[in-house]
């Protein structure tokens, strides 16, 4: 449980959260979330303001469900944080028009990964045959291929032999309650990522259960490398437990642009050392024609440009900016 995930750039690496609408938690999760360890955090019931927006910091871009500027939309429970150092030209939303679920699409060189994030209601399915309806009218959007991967995660409380723990029976659904989730499964043919019997949520008397889960499309090759809960990261006043998810897929990444350092400069020294040069490669002369022109400005530019490069200091801008 204590293992640090690795900083490799061809892992998404997911942080899997359910806030329980707590600013103190979901502040939490932003602060100690560091950018080069996370790519995505993904927040069920997060903290949402008076002006019904998330909080994030500068290292994280955030992704609402798509009917978010709809007036007439319910309180958002799901929203999605990519890591602004992959590059924005690499991932998609999907349009799918429900306030408890958040969809990226990510395409890099092993292929599509949707992840789709998911709140759903504990009195009702409309979550689920929402989420039904998008992928039977829309395959192509979350899944361009055969090959393609899909990942639903999420606080789906459901709960089910398949996941729960035996000795929590007594919280199994009736079957014509859990059935629509279970044919949502078998439809589009999503296996269990996290194990078994792995507690996510602790109850008032003491239970742990199991409401969240992670799913995956089935596909010749398992993109999962890690699924798992993580205890030892749990916010404070947050109810679930952290799941963290490593998939094998390669993003194309921000490079951070080339900069020089213009305010500690010794402009004394440069303006000595480009009057030098000036003087002399590039002597002033009468122009006469256009390609005299042309030239004598190339080379006040190359000239002043090597004077900067060898007397001003690199920058290190952010790779997150």
Known sequence: MNKRIPKALEQLRIWQQNTHKSQT??????????PEDWDIIALQESWIDTL???RASQYWRVIYPANYYEEERTRIRSVLLINTNINTDSYCTLPILHSDITGVRFKGPNGSLSVINVYNEIT????????DLFLTANPLLARPTASDHMIWLGDFNRHHPMWEDDT???????????????????????????????????????HWTRPDNVWQANTQADPIQRCEVLPNICPPLADHMPI???VDLPLPRVAP????????ADWPSVNAALEARLSAESPAVCIQTKEAFIMKVDTVVKIIMEVLEAKLEPKKPSCYA
């Open 25 to 34: 938690a979901q502040d939490y999760v932003i602060n100690t979330a560091r």
């Open 52 to 54: 019904g927006r998330s």
């Open 124 to 131: 009702d399915n409309n979550t689920i045959d929402s989420l």
């Open 168 to 206: 929590n029976s007594h919280l199994f659904e009736a079957e014509n309650f859990i059935a629509p989730f279970l044919n949502l499964l078998y439809r589009h043919d999503m296996l269990i990522a996290l194990p078994k019997g792995s507690p996510t949520f602790q109850t008032n008397t003491g």
């Open 244 to 246: 963290i998810t490593v």
């Open 257 to 264: 642009p080339h900069l020089l350092d213009f305010r500690s």
